[in-house]
């Protein structure tokens, strides 16, 4: 039973990823008690979580894990769980086919199954995808446009997406599902096309590199900022209904135009250093994704606050200051050595 004046608990998984960083310093500046779910590594992989990691528990678990799970709801007792947890990059997901369907897929129903046996108070997000879209139907793509997914990564979402409506629908659970446009950040994995483009062009203009390789430049998506999708995923979860929600920013930009931005930013032209490589073309994927987030404008009052622009040359700038970062280091050390301290 929640006492007075005690504080709400959050169990977060996927903390180690770029959303679950920024969502937990949300949660922690809203007074929340946060727990996040890690799983065991051969090296550590905590850089995103430098800013609040003494802040928040760490419990060790894997959605591939049912035991983990509930060993983590137990513990935590939450309030809310958000599930941010999965193999999340496409391509991979045609490689690894039946380990992403394992985890990104199986791994929500675990979690919803123990949270139904143990913690069935708690409210619940799952972090469903425009991916689920694919070959859209219609453009944009709202909460009831039919789902098409192009890669095992789409169809491991839709599994997961319809297991959270039936388990809301089934056991009257506290289930809401965010349909999320791409959303990035100076924390985004460094394979995705943004972090790919803006890191390259850091590294062009300091002379470090000086070609980048990429896929389909005329694929389009809808560019948000993480910072401002994670405060839609706590908004779902403070309704007094449980519903679905698409968070998008309602504008396209193509993969040609992303590496104009970032080019510019560092006074190069993008033409003069992109080169297609064939490896990186998908074997089938959504062309165009843009989606309408009217609902969620009208009902969670929520609004995008950063500009495709100013997020891509925000990365550009975190890049280099990485890349600058790592040189002075290794210069002191190189420094170090030959003085030998
Ligand atoms: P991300 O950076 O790839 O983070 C994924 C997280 O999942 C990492 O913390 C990872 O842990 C963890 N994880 C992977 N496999 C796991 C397993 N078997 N058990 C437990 N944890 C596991 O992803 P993101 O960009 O923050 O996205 C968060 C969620 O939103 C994901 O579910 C993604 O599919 C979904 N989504 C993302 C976008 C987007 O544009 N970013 C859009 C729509 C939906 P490790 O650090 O140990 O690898
Ligand atoms: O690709 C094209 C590629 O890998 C974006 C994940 O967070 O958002 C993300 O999935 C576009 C695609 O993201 C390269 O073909 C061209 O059209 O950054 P991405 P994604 O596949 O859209 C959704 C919403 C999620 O849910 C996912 O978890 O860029 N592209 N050339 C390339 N993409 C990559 N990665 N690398 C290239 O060289």
């Not at 922690?28 to 946060?34: A, K, M, P």
């Not at 944009?140 to 446009?145: A, G, V």
């Not at 300091?206 to 995923?233: I, T």
């Not at 519903?243 to 590496?259: K, Q």
Request: proline share 4%; with cysteine.
């Amino acid at each position: 039973m929640t006492q007075i004046n005690e504080p709400r608990r959050a169990l977060v998984t996927g903390i180690t990823g770029q959303d679950g960083s920024y969502l937990t310093e949300l949660l922690l500046d809203q007074g929340y008690e946060v727990y996040g779910v890690i799983r065991h590594s051969a090296s550590r992989n905590d850089w995103r979580m430098a800013n609040f990691s003494s802040r928040v528990h760490l419990l060790s678990g894997d959605l591939g894990d049912s035991s983990s799970l509930v060993r983590a709801l137990l513990r935590s007792r939450p309030h809310e769980v958000y599930n941010l947890a999965a193999q999340s990059f496409v391509p991979t997901s045609f490689e690894q086919p039946l380990q992403t369907l394992e985890i990104t897929g199986l791994g929500v129903l675990r979690l919803l199954e123990a949270l139904r046996q143990v913690a069935p108070e708690a409210r619940f997000y799952q972090a469903s995808t425009s991916e689920m879209f694919g070959q859209a139907r219609e453009m944009p793509q709202n909460e009831r446009t039919a789902f098409h997914p192009r890669s095992p990564y789409g169809v491991a979402k839709v599994t997961a997406h319809w297991a959270t409506v039936n388990y809301r629908e089934a056991y009257g659970l506290f289930c809401c599902s965010g349909i999320l446009f791409n959303h990035e950040s100076p924390r985004r994995g460094s394979d995705f096309v943004t972090q790919k483009v803006a890191t390259a062009a850091a590294r062009i203009s300091r002379g470090l590199q000086s070609e980048l390789y990429l896929g389909n430049l005329d694929a389009q998506r809808d560019w948000g900022h993480s910072r401002d999708f994670v405060r839609a995923m706590w908004l779902m979860l403070q309704q007094d209904e449980p519903r679905d929600f698409v968070i998008a920013t309602g504008a396209t930009r193509s993969v040609r135009e992303l590496c104009q931005v970032a080019f510019e930013h560092v006074g190069l032209r993008a033409d003069d250093h992109v080169t297609i490589d064939p490896s990186f073309v998908r074997p089938k994927e959504a062309k165009q994704l843009v989606g309408d987030a009217s609902a969620a404008r009208d009902q969670l009052g929520w609004r995008p606050t950063i500009s495709f622009d100013a997020m891509i040359e925000e990365m550009v700038d975190a890049a280099g200051e990485r890349l600058d970062g790592f040189s002075r280091e290794a210069r002191q050390g190189r420094k170090a050595e030959l003085s030998g301290s």
